[in-house]
Structure formats: structure tokens, C-alpha cells
């Protein structure tokens, strides 16, 4: 079984920032591709940001320039370093990962979600 632990997340206010870690823990043979989504009140979980095994990245519009997706494979673990946050920013934040579960098989996980909260 494959866990996907968030943390990182809190209160802050408008202007500030925070890093999300995210650690895969369990049996697998390695990480593909991890994502972070975000979900608001009232609206869609939406994917803000991505990162493949070898290291390339994308973003949503709504994020680019202010957050920065990353990993450490050593440690099975990807971040967000959230800068600028504004009260738009406020959401439940998902870990999301292609975990190699077994030699050419592949699930996808999620994590419990951590809260951002950004006040103005």
C-alpha cells in the first residue's frame, strides 16, 4: 500500500508564503510523475502545478512566477513553495502521484489534502 502525506499548509496572510511537502511512504519501486492540485470552496479541484521523474515542470496561469514545484527522490517527496499568496490562494492542496506499484504497472494516489488559508 502507498501513503501520500501532506504538510505544510496553514494560515497566512496576503503577501506571504508557504512550502507544501508531500512523501510517498509504502511498498513501490519508484515515483513517475507528481502533481499538486488545489480545491476551493464551492468550485473544482484544479491542477495548479506538476513535475516529472526527470525533473520538467508545468503550471497553471493562475500560479506561474509566484509557485515552484519540486522533488527530492532520495526522499520520495515533492514540494511547493507558494510565494505572494493571496486570498484567492485559499484552498484544500492535493498531492497527487504516479507510483510504480509494480515492474511496468503504474497507480495513481492521492494524498488527505492540507488546508491554505490566506487572509487579506
Known amino acids: 500500500q502507498v501513503q501520500l502525506v501532506e504538510s505544510g499548509g496553514g494560515l497566512v496572510q496576503a503577501g506571504g508564503s508557504l512550502r507544501l511537502s508531500c512523501a510517498a511512504s509504502?511498498?513501490?519501486?519508484?515515483?513517475?510523475?507528481m502533481r499538486w492540485y488545489r480545491q476551493a470552496p464551492g468550485k473544482q479541484r484544479e491542477l495548479i502545478a506538476g513535475?516529472?521523474?526527470?525533473?520538467?515542470?508545468n503550471y497553471a496561469d493562475s500560479v506561474k512566477g509566484r509557485f515552484t514545484i519540486s522533488r527530492d527522490n532520495a526522499k520520495n517527496t515533492v514540494y511547493l513553495q507558494m510565494n505572494s499568496l493571496n486570498p484567492e490562494d485559499t484552498a484544500v492542496y492535493y498531492c497527487?502521484?504516479?507510483?510504480?506499484?509494480?515492474?511496468?504497472?503504474?497507480?495513481?494516489?492521492w494524498g488527505q489534502g492540507t488546508q491554505v488559508t490566506v487572509s487579506s
Open positions: 513535475i516529472t521523474s526527470i525533473g520538467n515542470t
Open positions: 497527487n502521484a504516479d507510483v510504480y506499484t509494480r515492474p511496468g504497472g503504474v497507480s495513481n494516489y
Open positions: 509504502g511498498s513501490f519501486f519508484g515515483i513517475n510523475a
